[in-house]
């Protein structure tokens, strides 16, 4: 039954370590030959991913199971395409740059496309693809950034416990305290079993 969870998610998400260039940052950035990650590895880094009815949002038991256990109390969306965002080509330089956040960033594609690129224990990129029906909660204090794709389009439910509260803070900001419990709680964990696996 596991395999077929992570299949379904994988038709709306899908991650892969990124290359090093300095290409439109819309494109994909494979590295050659292309180094896919699995959700799996995602989780480690505390990412958290669903795939959900996003036709449906307004009265999809699983999203509203979601909001009830996680304290989700407020909801609302963003449309980001050229359209509808002015200073569009800057403004998604901007989204592109690298921060964190002191609360977690869950967003919900209910259409379009776009990229959010988090860092690994080795503090490489990796491109996570999220499309119409993907949702993801990036964890507070994790490095991360957020790109469109080349379509140009997405629109995201943005989900918050409590009042909304956005502050992107630049890196670096390693003295915050929700940087500082991201990593004890995923960085340093993992290493501590990765010592233990070698010396067993």
């Known amino acids: 039954m596991g395999s077929t969870i992570k299949d379904d998610r994988e038709e709306v998400l899908q991650a892969w370590y990124m290359d090093?260039?300095?290409?439109?940052?819309?494109?994909?950035?494979?590295?050659?030959p292309k180094e896919f990650v699995s959700l799996e590895k995602l989780a480690g880094l505390g990412v958290l991913s669903w795939r959900l009815d996003a036709d449906n949002y307004e009265t999809d038991d699983e999203l509203k199971k979601i909001r009830e256990t996680r304290g989700y109390s407020y909801t609302d969306f963003r449309e980001v395409c050229p359209e509808n965002l002015p200073n569009y080509e800057q403004t998604i330089k901007t989204f592109?740059?690298?921060?964190?956040?002191?609360?977690?960033?869950?967003?919900?594609?209910?259409?379009?496309?776009?990229?959010?690129?988090?860092?690994?224990?080795?503090?490489?990129?990796?491109?996570?693809?999220?499309?119409?029906?993907?949702?993801?909660?990036?964890?507070?204090?994790?490095?991360?950034?957020?790109?469109?794709?080349?379509?140009?389009?997405?629109?995201?439910?943005?989900l918050f416990v409590g009042d909304p509260i956005w502050t992107p803070y630049s890196r670096p900001h390693d003295h915050l305290p929700a940087r500082k419990e991201y990593l004890e709680s995923f960085i340093h964990k993992a290493d501590e079993n990765t010592s233990v696996d070698a010396a067993a």
């Open 20 to 32: 090093d260039t300095d290409d439109d940052q819309r494109l994909p950035h494979h590295r050659n």
């Open 96 to 158: 592109f740059r690298e921060h964190l956040h002191i609360d977690e960033e869950i967003r919900y594609c209910v259409a379009g496309s776009c990229y959010y690129d988090v860092r690994d224990h080795d503090d490489n990129w990796i491109r996570l693809m999220v499309k119409k029906g993907g949702m993801i909660i990036l964890p507070a204090g994790i490095y991360h950034r957020f790109t469109l794709d080349t379509n140009n389009h997405v629109k995201v439910m943005r």
